[in-house]
């Protein structure tokens, strides 16, 4: 049973605007949720995560949004650039075991 | 540059060869990881060592027979694949592995495909 999905494989937004990648779990222990990308023939680089005590975090151009009581989580990406265009995952983990639980994937594409 | 390397970055191998893959963190950690990301699918853990002792084995089939010789170095020896085993296989380290915070570094894969 997947406990991390994304379940949109792909999203295609215009360049300027705002990108938006959602993620759902299904396991309430998880406490701290991570964000990475992947471009192609690279491994997935850490881009940005979030405590469960915490429903933001803003990193630059980057926000991650949590909503525990939904099980819900989000990336945001504003202005989106297509620098951007990769393959973002989520990952859940337990704090104090070290193990990521990752979703999917969804392959976001930024058109110019 | 993410400071974990892995070779080779490609391999294509037989049912019956033996073959080994690489991993080299140069970041100084104390944790390591290997994962498999087959087509369409999350990425799954398969082995954890902190301290260059195993700490995690996701119920992987004993074709797979990891080797951590340091906290620098993670070996995946393989035998006796089979076709669905053909994926790409992850390196990743971290600080360590007590804490769920700290941030795990990839490296770039090996795309395995077994014939």
């Known amino acids: 049973d997947q406990q991390v999905k994304q379940n949109s494989p792909s999203l295609s937004v215009q360049e300027g605007r705002i990108s938006i990648l959602n993620c759902d779990y299904t396991?309430?222990?998880?406490?701290?949720f991570l964000w990475y990308k992947k471009y192609p023939a690279e491994g997935p680089t850490f881009l940005i995560s979030?405590?469960?005590?915490?429903d933001k975090n803003e990193d630059g151009r980057f926000t991650v949004f949590l909503n525990k009581s939904a099980k819900h989580l989000s990336l945001h990406i504003v202005p989106s650039q297509p620098g951007d265009s990769a393959v973002y995952f989520c990952?859940?983990?337990?704090?104090?075991?070290?193990?990521?639980?990752f979703g999917q994937g969804t392959t976001l594409q930024v058109k110019p | 540059e993410t400071g974990v390397t892995q070779t080779p970055r490609h391999l294509v191998m037989g049912m019956t060869n033996k073959k080994s893959l690489k991993c080299e963190q140069h970041?100084?950690?104390?944790?390591m990881y290997w994962y498999k990301q087959s087509a369409k699918k999350p990425l799954e853990l398969m082995f954890v060592?902190?301290?260059?002792?195993?700490?995690e084995n996701n119920s992987v089939p004993s074709r797979f027979s990891p080797e951590c010789p340091n906290s620098s170095h993670l070996f995946l020896h393989l035998h006796t694949l089979q076709p669905e085993d053909s994926a790409l296989y992850l390196c990743?380290?971290?600080?360590?592995?007590?804490?769920?915070?700290?941030?795990?570094?990839f490296g770039p894969g090996t795309r395995l495909t077994v014939l």
């Open positions: 396991n309430s222990m998880f406490d701290y």
């Open positions: 970041l100084g950690h104390n944790a």
């Open positions: 979030i405590s469960s005590i915490k």
């Open positions: 060592y902190s301290l260059e002792e195993r700490v």
């Open positions: 990743a380290s971290s600080q360590d592995t007590a804490s769920g915070t700290d941030t795990q570094y």
């Open positions: 990952a859940a983990s337990l704090v104090n075991t070290g193990k990521l639980i």
